[in-house]
């Protein structure tokens, strides 16, 4: 039988493992960061009038710039993230790892770097290298917050193309502070002209503000936002990014012709009809977040400061055993490698009820020694 490792693959994709998280058919499943509201009805209702609508002109190709739907979404991120954007400001892909992988094609590739905090979002890495985009791993202190002095000298060191920086950061939920940001930025620009991408995928979810006004005078500063987590449409699969126009213009240069499908724009289009309605779950779960860090705490849980709508907690000796037996009273959360922690979704109130009667038991689990390190899955 033929094994990967058989074909001409890229040397630098050898040995890897596709990313993905366990998809398992348990009663209680808080391991990928889904909102678990179902949609409403009369938002389920829309999308059927907006897809029928739709389906009778599939004839014929989707609108390639998408521009209504960019209109509407500058419309939302005008009114949540109080700083004013227009269509040209944005641009909108399938997901936000598409939006990343564009980004990664224009302003990477062969022979050029991208620098991101780990532990972070593991597909930033991963799609640098499906990029050619050589990765570099910058620090974080040991609370998992960016060491601001030890970012700059890493920034100036390996003078990277494209610096990512993720608020709220998964896995670990901690916002970075704008003056972080800034700082950040101005280090890029002085080590050489490079892209600053802050991954706002759980800005929803924060305590604080989105760091959208940051764009204004900063030609190099990419702000990527999603549709899966506050809006609950992971199945939709759209991303999309607010930046200077001339970024915009950049990434269509590497843009598939006609990628978004009339069906996936139709289906955005109905669900920012509906955003304070979705935004209403978003408080829900703000609130059953918070519940989560305040009872782990009260366990006797060590438990990152979280602005998403999941949290970090440990400290395990083992944390993939603590993951099995949490696993094996029927709640599924996420073991992500970074050693001694596991991460939990928001779920419901029964969900966060199970979860948190299971781990519970799982308290002779804590430990001083954490497992090793193995590559993130985010």
């Known amino acids: 039988m033929t094994r990967i490792d058989d074909l001409p693959v890229r040397d630098e994709l050898r040995g890897k ?29 829309r999308i059927a009038e907006r897809v029928r609508e ?37 641009w909108a892909a399938n997901g936000s790892n598409e939006v990343i992988q564009q980004l990664l094609q224009t302003f990477g590739g062969p022979g050029r770097t991208a620098l991101g905090f780990e532990p972070s979002y593991s597909m930033h890495a991963l799609i ?45 939920g901690n916002a970075v502070p704008p003056e972080t940001v800034l700082a950040l930025y101005e280090a890029a620009q002085a080590a050489k002209p490079s892209m600053v991408v802050v991954d706002e995928a759980y800005v929803e979810f924060s305590h604080g503000d989105s760091l959208l006004p940051l764009l204004a005078g900063r030609p190099h500063l990419v702000v990527s936002r999603t549709m899966s987590k506050a809006f609950g449409a992971a199945g939709l699969r759209l991303g999309y990014l607010a930046a200077d126009p001339a970024v915009v213009d950049a990434v269509q240069l590497v843009r598939l012709p006609y990628h978004l499908s009339a069906i996936t724009q139709a289906t955005a289009l109905a669900a920012l009809e509906h955003t304070d309605t979705l ?4 408080e829900q779960l703000k609130a059953e977040r918070d519940r989560l860090v305040a009872e782990l705490r009260a366990i006797g849980f060590e438990v990152t400061e979280s602005d998403a709508n999941f949290v970090q907690f440990g400290r395990f000796a083992d944390a993939h055993e603590a993951w099995q037996k949490i696993l094996e009273r029927g709640v599924l959360v996420r073991d992500n490698g970074v050693p001694g922690w596991l991460r939990v979704s928001a779920g419901t109130p029964a969900e966060n009820d199970a979860f948190l009667d299971a781990v519970r038991d799982v308290q002779s689990f804590v430990g001083d020694t954490p497992t090793p390190p193995k590559e993130l899955e985010a």
Not at 279 to 282: D, I, N
Request: charged share 20%; glycine share 8%; hydrophobic share 35%.
């Open 54 to 90: 739709a389906a009778r002109d599939l004839n014929r190709y989707p609108d390639r710039d998408a521009v209504q739907l960019r209109t509407e979404l500058a419309a939302y991120l005008t009114k949540t993230g109080k700083h004013p954007l227009g269509t040209e400001n944005v």
């Open 128 to 172: 640098a290298r499906g990029t050619g985009t050589g990765w570099i791993s910058g620090p974080r202190g040991a609370d998992f917050t960016i060491d601001l002095a030890a970012a700059e000298r890493a920034i100036a060191e390996h003078r990277p193309d494209v610096v990512f920086i993720t608020t709220p950061n998964n896995p670990t």
């Open 279 to 282: 935004l209403g779950y978003v």
């Open 17 to 45: 493992s596709p990313y993905g998280a366990p998809q398992l058919d348990v009663p209680v499943r808080l391991n990928t960061n889904e909102n678990p509201y179902p949609l409403p009805e009369p938002l389920v209702e």
